[in-house]
Structures are given as structure tokens and as C-alpha cells.
């Protein structure tokens, strides 16, 4: 009897704990992160981005840890900060509402209030990098031409910009030489081709650097101390980006690292010893250290498998300062002692009483689509859940298309998976991170074979034993949303209801009211108005909306300049014409997707609620 007693006593305990173990949305939505770090020139202190007000703004941390200062008090947040390399200037971009128009403001570590520098509202800044010897900083801007983005160059002792490079094209500059001589500037030709410019600081004179045909991008430049070269990520002639060296003596690159996975994020020490950057291996980041004086790797930080970001080392090169995070883990800086090989987190970013041990890994799968050809996917499924279980799922659908979903901590995955919840998350052609040819296979007339992918998806799902068929979510942002309005226009029978944040309802308005310097790389990967109209009227889920038989809510932001607000406002007026249910949420200060957190916890857990409720899950 006493036995009994005991048992039944844990058994108690245990349900209880597992009962404790249900989190609300808003729990979720109040995780906290911090990245974009910059450590400051004598390694003492770091520069980030955190959400930890519930927007993001600009902070300073010690680099041992402690309180954060924060530096920025921005009412629609801060979008970036970029710290002067004598560590005694920090520049700010900030925009209003979401209108992504960013603006430029000048403070210090000291915390001064912000100063704008920038005069024109409709205009959009880009940092490009500052001087090494401190007096100026390049940056790209459209303020001439709505059309077009020329690079300028700012003097911080006169407050005054001059224009150094442009010609009815989109220009990035991509880095100052360190004597300073030199910007190397990235013509953007289209989503898939690029240029690479050397232009003269003083003249303006440019060279082109990277003369080539088929398709080629270049990004992460990195020069060389001596200003003779630089180290860079292309995939020109390549299937994969890999990680490259250019010297302007001889004119022309040669491959320093060529895997068979994207090189992504590449820093490379002032002194020019060390050599960092990571490779996308399936989804996960694989980060690589090379000493180049020693011609030899160093010991990577010993962290779960996961990505890495934001490299940045200090001036005596003893430390790297990097952001990670995972599914597990929310993101947070970190600081890597290259001679210790001790890693210790800076930032320690607010669970909101959220066990980490509750958060769920996904696996990785593959499954045969209609040609035969294997879509990887990650699938989140509950603990203890099998193959059997026919559970409800919520098939997740990445934004771009030119994007990959990868392994990071979503709130919306997580709350799903503790509900009972299984998540797709399939990276369907179109998908960046496989190669080359597989980014292009959706391209123009081919729009519908990737969701395809999406139903063959689900339906692998279905024949697998993962999922009910009669429980079958699809959600997603931006393209994500177009691909939810296709799933439940193409394939009508197969899904219980739809969640599209801020999607493309009819390609035609959407690239008629796009933002103009954005249009033309959009054609470049859904067709020309020119020449495509037909076609982009066919695959628009606006001109099939007979075919919705489900549920669907809308969720959109009214200063959207990506994916203007007429496209929510013209599938939400067709259903109602139709009388099919459909519910709409729209937030007047907000742009492409939520970015502040009272709005977060308006829509978010009314999303759950509708999809829970029309899943037939308490």
C-alpha cells in the first residue's frame, strides 16, 4: 500500500511536470536575442542589436559581461550600428514604421542622443564602410534617383557628402583598401549577377574587376593589410560560393576555399593572420579559423552544432567576438580567446521562463517530389512522437524565394511542437544553400513546380504516418505567403486552413507597387510586366480565389514596401465578395512583417488560436 502510495505520488509529480511544461505564445514571443556584434578596438567592450525593450536598439556591453548600456531609444527601433574603427564614433540606420527608407544618426559610446545626418524621408541609406584612418565612411543611397543607388563618401570633420561612384544602377560599396586609396564597389545587376568595381577614392576612376559570363555574385570583402588584394565569396564559374582571393597585380582571383556547400560569412584579422568563415553545410554552419601566418586551422569554438555570425576581432587579435544560435538557443554574442581557446557568452538574452530543455530539435529529411528529384526539409516533431501518430501539422514556408530555412530558434515552431504540433519546414526548389542550379529551378514559367514541392511535401508527410491528412496547416511570410495563397488555390483539397503574413496575392500589382529600385531584380525571377503579364496572371492566387474552400487569415503591415498592402487588401475583398472566411489584421505601423512586440503579442496568439481552433487542437 505504502508502495502504491509513492507511485501514484510520482506519478502526480510527473504529470504535473509535464502540464507545467505547456508554455503560452506570449511567453514565446517575449525570448529576447542579441547580434550584430562589434567588439571595440581594445577588445574591452562590445557593440550589438537586441530585442531585449521588445524592438531592437543599439547597445554596449562590457566584454566580460555585466549590464548593457543602451545606446539607441528609437520608437520603431534601430535597424543596425556600425562602430568607427578608433572605437570613438558609432553610426546608427533607423527608419520610420517599416518603411525601410533608413536614415543615418551619428552618437558615440558615451550614449550622446543620436544626430541625424541625412536630410531626404523618401530616400533609403546603406552604410558602406568606414575610412581606416577615421575621418569618413562610404555609403550607397538612392537620393538622387528613386530608381538607382550611387555610392557616396562622408567627411565627418566637414559633415559633408560627395559623390564618388554611379551610373543607372544599383552600386554597393563593399570596402575601403586599408591605406585607403581604394573602394571596392558591387554593381547589383540582378538577384542572380553582380560586378565587382575598383574605384579610386580620389578620382572616382573605375576598373571593373571581375569580367565573366553566365551568372556570378561576389560578396564579403575583406582586404589584405598591405591594400594588394583581397579575400572575397563568389560563385562565379561555380556551383557553390566559395571563398576566393583577388590580386590586383595580376588582375584576376584564385580559389582559396571550394566546397562543395556555400562559404557565407567571412572576417579577416586587421594584421591579416587570421582568416574566419563558415560554410552552410545542409543548414547548419561548419565555421572555420585559418592562421595564415602559420599556414595552419585553429581550434573553431566548441558550441553545439548550430550558426554563427557577426566575426569581429580585437586590435591585439587575441579574441573574436561572434553571435550564435540554434533551435535551442536563442541568439547571443559570444567571445572566442584565440589563445586560450576559452569561448564564454557575453549576452545572456531572456528565456521569458522558457525551459531550453523543452525546445525542440528538428530532423533533418528528404523526400521525392514529382520528377523524382529529393526536397530536404526539417521536421519538428513533439517528444516521444512517432511515425504512427497522424499527428496535425503546420507546413512552414520560408520567405525570398532566394532564401533557405534553416535551424534557428522560431517561436512560432516551438509553440506549435509544445502544443503537439508537428512543423514542416521544407526548403523547396528555389531554396538557396544547394547549389546554384537548384536556386534557378524556379524561375519565371517554372513558379509552380516549387509548390508542387510544397504538396508532394505534405502528402510524404500523409504517406509517412507523420501526419492526419484532415489536419493540414500551411503558413508563411512574404514569398511564404504567396506560397500559402498557392497552396490553397492549387491544392484545394489538401489543406485545413492557411496563415499568410504580408504574401503576394497577384504578381502584376505587387511588381506595379513594389518599390521601383526593387522591381527589377523581382522580374529577374517571376517575369517581366513587359513581356510576362499573361503568365504572371496565371500563377496569381487572386485570379483563383474560387478555388479557397478553407480558412485563411491575412496578417499585414500597412507601410510594407516590399509587398504593398493592396495585395492582403485585394485577397481579403475577393473572399468576402465570396463570403469565404477569411480574417485580417492589419497594424498602421508596421511594414514588411511585425517588428514591435505589442503588436507581436496582438497577432501572434490570435494566429495560433485560429490555427489551433480550425486543426481541431485545445
Do not use: C
Request: aromatic share 14%.
Amino acid at each position: 500500500m505504502k508502495h502504491f502510495a509513492i507511485i501514484s505520488l510520482l506519478l502526480l509529480i510527473f504529470t504535473f511536470n509535464l502540464q507545467a511544461e505547456e508554455y503560452s505564445y506570449e511567453q514565446y514571443l517575449n525570448i529576447r536575442s542579441a547580434s550584430g556584434n562589434q567588439l571595440s578596438p581594445d577588445g574591452k567592450s562590445v557593440l550589438f542589436m537586441s530585442d531585449i525593450t521588445g524592438i531592437n536598439q543599439a547597445y554596449l556591453i562590457d566584454a566580460d559581461g555585466g549590464w548593457p548600456h543602451q545606446l539607441t531609444f528609437f520608437e520603431d527601433g534601430a535597424d543596425g550600428a556600425n562602430l568607427s574603427r578608433d572605437g570613438e564614433t558609432i553610426l546608427v540606420t533607423a527608419d520610420v514604421g517599416g518603411n525601410e527608407r533608413r536614415q543615418f544618426y551619428l552618437t558615440s559610446p558615451r550614449g550622446e542622443a543620436p544626430r541625424r545626418i541625412t536630410y531626404s524621408d523618401e530616400s533609403i541609406y546603406s552604410f558602406g564602410g568606414w575610412s581606416h584612418d577615421g575621418s569618413s565612411f562610404a555609403y550607397s543611397s538612392n537620393v538622387t534617383d528613386a530608381h538607382y543607388f550611387d555610392v557616396y563618401i562622408y567627411d565627418l570633420t566637414w559633415g559633408t557628402s560627395r559623390l564618388l561612384y554611379g551610373k543607372e544602377s544599383s552600386f554597393t560599396s563593399m570596402g575601403w583598401s586599408p591605406d585607403d586609396h581604394y573602394i571596392v564597389v558591387r554593381d547589383y545587376i540582378t538577384n542572380y549577377d553582380a560586378n565587382l568595381y575598383l574605384v579610386d577614392v580620389h578620382t572616382g576612376d573605375a576598373k571593373l574587376l571581375t569580367p565573366h559570363e553566365g551568372l556570378a555574385q561576389y560578396h564579403s570583402i575583406r582586404w589584405t593589410p598591405d591594400s594588394k588584394g583581397f579575400y572575397f565569396v563568389t560563385d562565379q564559374d561555380s556551383e557553390f560560393y566559395g571563398l576566393a582571393y583577388y590580386t590586383l597585380e595580376n588582375e584576376g582571383f584564385a580559389w582559396f576555399e571550394k566546397p562543395t556547400w556555400d562559404v557565407k560569412g567571412v572576417t579577416l584579422s586587421e594584421d591579416g593572420r587570421y582568416l574566419a568563415w563558415t560554410t552552410n553545410e545542409g543548414g547548419y554552419d561548419a565555421m572555420r579559423i585559418r592562421d595564415l601566418f602559420l599556414d595552419q586551422d585553429v581550434l573553431s569554438p566548441p558550441l553545439p552544432d548550430g550558426i554563427y555570425g557577426g566575426f569581429s576581432f580585437s586590435d591585439d587579435f587575441s579574441k573574436m567576438a561572434l553571435t550564435y544560435y540554434s533551435p535551442t538557443h536563442t541568439a547571443d554574442v559570444w567571445i572566442y580567446d584565440l589563445k586560450t581557446k576559452a569561448i564564454r557568452q557575453v549576452t545572456h538574452s531572456a528565456m521569458a521562463g522558457i525551459d531550453r530543455a523543452s525546445l525542440i530539435r528538428p530532423i533533418l529529411v528528404h523526400y521525392p517530389t514529382f520528377d523524382g528529384m529529393e526536397i530536404p526539409g526539417f521536421l519538428y516533431l513533439p517528444p516521444g512522437a512517432k511515425k504512427s501518430d497522424k499527428l496535425p501539422v503546420v507546413v512552414k514556408m520560408h520567405g525570398g524565394p532566394e532564401s533557405q530555412t534553416r535551424p534557428w530558434l522560431s517561436t512560432s515552431t516551438q509553440f506549435f511542437v509544445n502544443k503537439g504540433l508537428a512543423v514542416f519546414e521544407p526548403n523547396v526548389r528555389g531554396s538557396t544553400g544547394y547549389g546554384k542550379t537548384y536556386t534557378h529551378l524556379d524561375d519565371v514559367e517554372k513558379r509552380l513546380d516549387s509548390v508542387k514541392d510544397m504538396e508532394y511535401g505534405a502528402r510524404w508527410l500523409i504517406s509517412e504516418g507523420y501526419a492526419d491528412p484532415e489536419r493540414l496547416a500551411v503558413f508563411g511570410g512574404s514569398y511564404g505567403g504567396y506560397m500559402v495563397l498557392a497552396a490553397l488555390t492549387e491544392q484545394p483539397d489538401l489543406w485545413a486552413v492557411g496563415v499568410d503574413i504580408v504574401g503576394i496575392a497577384n504578381f502584376v500589382t505587387f511588381l506595379e507597387k513594389t518599390g521601383d529600385w526593387r522591381r527589377r531584380y523581382r522580374e529577374t525571377e517571376y517575369g517581366s510586366l513587359e513581356h510576362d503579364r499573361e503568365f504572371l496572371k496565371s500563377i496569381s492566387p487572386l485570379h483563383k480565389v474560387k478555388n479557397i474552400r478553407v480558412p485563411l487569415m491575412v496578417i499585414q503591415g500597412a507601410n510594407d514596401p516590399r509587398v504593398p498592402a493592396y495585395e492582403s487588401e485585394q485577397i481579403v475583398k475577393a473572399l468576402q465578395k465570396k463570403k469565404l472566411p477569411v480574417k485580417y489584421l492589419l497594424y498602421e505601423d508596421e511594414g514588411h512583417g511585425l517588428a514591435k512586440l505589442k503588436n507581436k503579442l496582438d497577432a501572434y496568439p490570435q494566429m495560433a488560436e485560429f490555427l489551433l481552433e480550425h486543426l481541431g487542437v485545445e
